[in-house]
């Protein structure tokens, strides 16, 4: 049998082909996909071994799938157990894998102003964002919104006492939705980190983040069209950061020609509509995933001032006519695809 110079490629042995002093094999992007967090995930990985490379991917898949366990808000595990004895008014001592996300979504959902709120978990359910399926027909009645709306369940309700966690609000239920795949993208890349692969993408549903780099250029991220197909814009990114885009698209409930998008607002217990899409840029993914999801509730005049309280400054908004609003960090680091129906450039004081 005789190899060819694409199969050596194929087999990671380009660089062989080169002189014969300190033969080494070529560094080439590993990648592996798998459906975990109700998604696909993506994971790459730089590597001149990619057995090893494979079994890193292997090691954080098995991490995603003990977090989508853990963390989800309604399923059997860690946060489901903790829910289950809030809405019974028990104290709970909490998983150690859980209790620092509580006190980190906590400490965001204040400094979002309570516009991330994930303690709304019931107002999510009302409108029936709990199951893998999205929800079809009309919206909950009004009362049942008002009521849960008026009951104000916030994080601040809860009360820890070492690894116990209760509620002084029966009306808390914790909705991690919006912030556990920003813990579990830092966590992977720790992880890859550690086990020697520091230029690595991982992508979430959408929800990326990078370390390093992929080779000799940035990792080049494509930012979804919120209403269309393909991608609005794209972003290199080196280096550890976070690409997390939130969409009124992604998750809706569906009522004849009527869509309620997943995203509610804590003040009106009703969607959020008129920000279709927000991408934040951040070293620290569960800050931006946190960021992205309160900036769609913050709508297109207020998202400046929830942005600086958050502390993230690299964020393109597109409203429901299309319109782009970029920070000028952001404007630095964006190619559009298309032309958009408006850019304008907005300064975070
Ligand atoms: P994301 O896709 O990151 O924008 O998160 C959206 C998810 O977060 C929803 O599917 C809900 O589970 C949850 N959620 C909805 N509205 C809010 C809110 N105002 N604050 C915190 N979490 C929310
Ligand atoms: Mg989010």
């Not at 079809?136 to 009362?143: E, I, Q, R, T």
């Not at 000799?216 to 209403?227: K, L, S």
């Not at 409930?253 to 869509?259: I, L, S, W, Y």
């Not at 999801?293 to 429901?320: F, H, N, Y």
Request: aromatic share 4%.
């Amino acid at each position: 049998m005789s190899l060819n110079r694409r199969d050596f490629m194929k087999l990671g042995l380009g660089a062989c082909l080169l002189p014969a002093v300190g033969c080494s094999r070529a560094e080439a992007v590993v990648s592996e996909e798998m459906y975990v967090f109700g998604t696909l995930v993506a994971v790459d990985v730089l590597s001149r071994d990619s057995e090893g490379a494979r079994a890193a991917i292997a090691d954080v898949s098995h991490t995603f799938t003990r977090q989508n366990r853990d963390w989800h808000a309604w399923k059997s595990g860690a946060l489901g157990d903790l829910n289950r004895a809030l809405a019974a008014g028990r104290a709970h001592e909490v998983d150690p894998t859980l209790l620092p996300l509580l006190h980190e979504v906590r400490d965001l959902a204040r400094a979002s102003g309570g516009l991330f709120n994930p303690a709304i978990g019931k107002l999510v359910g009302l409108w029936g964002f709990h199951h893998d399926e999205m929800p079809v027909g009309a919206p909950p009645h009004a009362a049942a919104v008002a009521e849960l709306v008026a009951a104000a369940p916030s994080m601040d309700d809860l009360l820890f006492d070492g690894t116990h966690v209760s509620s002084r609000n029966p009306d808390v239920q914790i909705d991690l939705g919006g912030h556990a795949k920003g813990v579990a993208l830092n966590q992977a890349l720790d992880r890859l980190a550690a086990l020697g692969y520091g230029n690595a993408l991982v992508n979430l549903g959408g929800n990326l983040a990078v370390s390093g780099t992929r080779g000799d250029r940035p990792w080049r991220i494509g930012v979804r069209h919120p209403q269309g197909e393909g991608a609005i814009a794209s972003v290199e990114v080196s280096g550890r950061m976070a690409v997390v885009t939130s969409g009124t698209y992604e998750r809706y409930r569906q009522d004849g020609d009527r869509r309620y998008p997943h995203i509610i607002d804590p003040r009106s217990g009703q969607p959020a509509t008129h920000v279709v899409s927000a991408t934040v840029l951040h070293p620290d993914a569960a800050r931006a995933d946190v960021a992205a999801t309160a900036l769609v509730v913050a709508g297109a005049e207020a998202w400046p001032e929830v942005a600086r309280s958050l502390g993230v400054r690299d964020i393109m908004i597109v409203d429901e006519a299309g319109r782009v609003q970029l920070t000028p960090g952001m404007a630095a680091k964006v190619q559009f695809a298309g032309r958009p129906a408006s850019v304008k450039t907005v300064e975070i004081t």
